[in-house]
């Protein structure tokens, strides 16, 4: 059966997670908190989210209502870009083959056959490169935040997926031939040239869908040591399994089916042990601010994709995962926190993507402990307007939480000119 509903796609790759060119990975594990203020972190994050953000976080200073025990159950976040509704160009182009087809079989005058060439003609040149992307992130952990030895448990998935069309030459000018054709006579000509004995378009133009999943699970160990100056230096690590998985899927537009997304021969996988290392720097005359570091995956690791189709020209894309350093620097008082946050490293384009590199700010007000707002931006630093990808420019967040007799409900959304995204994060802290 063919392809009716191209997001279907997303639960097909989410659920297979259970996730030559070279590519880097989806961006890391985002928590709620962290999602609403930006996507910062690494100078800021409680004990819970420390795993996914910075582990020397566990040793840090914390407020009375957290130091004791955290927990994530689940933290859930998801982003979307599709300024040119690609799920839905698919959709309506396959109806549109659907009919043309009809038409042949039944016998339908030419002059009718023409309309639909070419309704589906102008489709096609609509569909042209147009991308969509979706990215998906789910975790869980827990925490025994502690100055003298803190330990913590995790596991969390990222997922992106990318999807774009691509209009042949030789489709274009079929569809022009029937479109353009001088009489009946010679409209019905073109039309048989163009289809099987079954009344079958002979079309080239595809879909082509990338996807790479992360998934991993580990541990989280950190440690404070007081300095001589009044100072506090944490550190942490986080040891773990990571599991790599690719999707990559390449079909024509009329023969898109949703049966062969999962299919052995279009996904690859691999699994190894890496290593996260985090520091934090606490100062001030009240400890009032943090300085942190995160250096995520440090042991390189590489996976390369399927390539089924190489007659629909399927190369062979390397997806690497490539160790990143983060560096941070936050505020904190009685009712606020404020923060900014560089990645040093940049990440580069998965699929039909942009590069990124964010430099990101991020600020919560937080009232008596059970209530906190939250704002963010970030501006992406590598964003490459010649880059085939959707860019990724400028992205603003907001977000709120409750935290009621230890219960705790995280709420955030994300908006650029590209993305729109939500998060969702259950937990409890004491």
């Given at each position: 059966m063919k392809h009716r509903n191209t997001t279907r796609l997303c639960l097909a790759i989410s659920t297979a997670l259970a996730a030559n060119a070279a590519f880097a990975g989806p961006q890391t594990f985002s928590s709620a908190r962290s999602f609403a203020m930006g996507g910062t972190g690494v100078a800021v994050a409680h004990p819970a989210e420390a795993a996914a953000d910075n582990p020397a976080m566990m040793a840090s200073n914390q407020n009375d209502w957290s130091d004791?025990?955290?927990?994530?159950?689940?933290?859930?976040?998801?982003?979307?870009?599709?300024?040119?509704?690609?799920?839905?160009?698919?959709?309506?182009?396959?109806t549109v083959i659907d009919q043309f087809e009809q038409q042949i079989r039944s016998g339908t005058a030419p002059e009718t056959v023409q309309k639909t060439?070419?309704?589906?003609?102008?489709?096609?040149?609509?569909?042209d490169q147009d991308k969509m992307r979706a990215n998906l992130g789910l975790g869980l952990a827990l925490s025994a935040p502690s100055q003298s030895f803190a330990v913590g448990a995790f596991t969390n998935g990222t997922l992106v997926m990318t999807v774009e069309g691509e209009v042949s030459t030789d489709d274009?000018?079929?569809?022009?031939?029937?479109?353009?054709?001088?009489?009946?006579?010679?409209?019905?000509?073109?039309?048989?040239?163009?289809?099987?004995?079954?009344?079958?378009?002979?079309?080239?133009?595809?879909?082509?869908?990338?996807?790479?999943?992360?998934?991993?699970?580990?541990?989280?160990?950190?440690?404070?040591?007081?300095?001589?100056?009044?100072?506090?230096?944490?550190?942490?690590?986080?040891?773990?399994?990571?599991?790599?998985?690719?999707?990559?899927?390449?079909?024509?537009?009329?023969?898109?089916?949703?049966?062969?997304?999962?299919?052995?021969?279009?996904?690859?996988?691999?699994?190894?042990?890496?290593?996260?290392?985090?520091?934090?720097?606490?100062?001030?005359?009240?400890?009032?601010?943090?300085?942190?570091?995160?250096?995520?995956?440090?042991?390189?690791?590489?996976?390369?994709?399927?390539?089924?189709?190489?007659?629909?020209?399927?190369?062979?894309?390397?997806?690497?995962?490539?160790?990143?350093?983060?560096?941070?620097?936050?505020?904190?008082?009685?009712?606020?926190?404020?923060?900014?946050?560089?990645?040093l490293t940049k990440n580069k384009a998965f699929g039909f993507e942009d590069d990124t590199q964010w430099l990101a700010l991020g600020a919560e007000l937080d009232a008596w402990r059970y209530a906190q707002l939250r704002f963010g931006v970030r501006q992406n630093l590598a964003s490459n307007d010649n880059n085939d990808g959707i860019e990724e420019k400028t992205q603003y967040t907001a977000g709120f939480g409750l935290n009621l007799m230890g219960l705790r409900l995280d709420l955030a959304g994300l908006y650029s000119n590209a993305d729109v995204g939500a998060a969702l994060e259950l937990g409890t802290s004491f």
């Open positions: 004791d025990f955290g927990l994530i159950l689940p933290s859930i976040n998801a982003r979307v870009a599709d300024e040119e509704k690609v799920v839905d160009q698919v959709d309506d182009i396959q060439a070419a309704d589906l003609r102008d489709r096609l040149v609509s569909f274009r000018t079929l569809l022009d031939n029937i479109v353009n054709a001088s009489d009946a006579t010679d409209a019905q000509n073109k039309i048989d040239a163009a289809t099987d004995s079954n009344g079958n378009l002979n079309l080239t133009s595809k879909g082509k869908v990338l996807a790479a999943a992360v998934a991993e699970v580990g541990l989280s160990f950190a440690r404070q040591f007081e300095l001589q100056n009044g100072a506090n230096l944490q550190v942490g690590v986080s040891p773990k399994y990571v599991q790599l998985k690719t999707f990559q899927y390449t079909e024509t537009v009329s023969g898109f089916d949703d049966n062969n997304f999962d299919s052995d021969n279009n996904t690859t996988d691999k699994s190894g042990f890496n290593l996260d290392l985090g520091t934090a720097y606490t100062f001030g005359e009240r400890q009032q601010w943090n300085l942190g570091v995160v250096a995520k995956n440090l042991i390189p690791m590489e996976l390369d994709s399927a390539a089924s189709r190489p007659d629909l020209d399927e190369k062979v894309r390397t997806l690497e995962l490539n160790p990143t350093v983060t560096a941070g620097i936050a505020h904190t008082g009685d009712f606020h926190v404020l923060t900014a946050e560089l990645d």
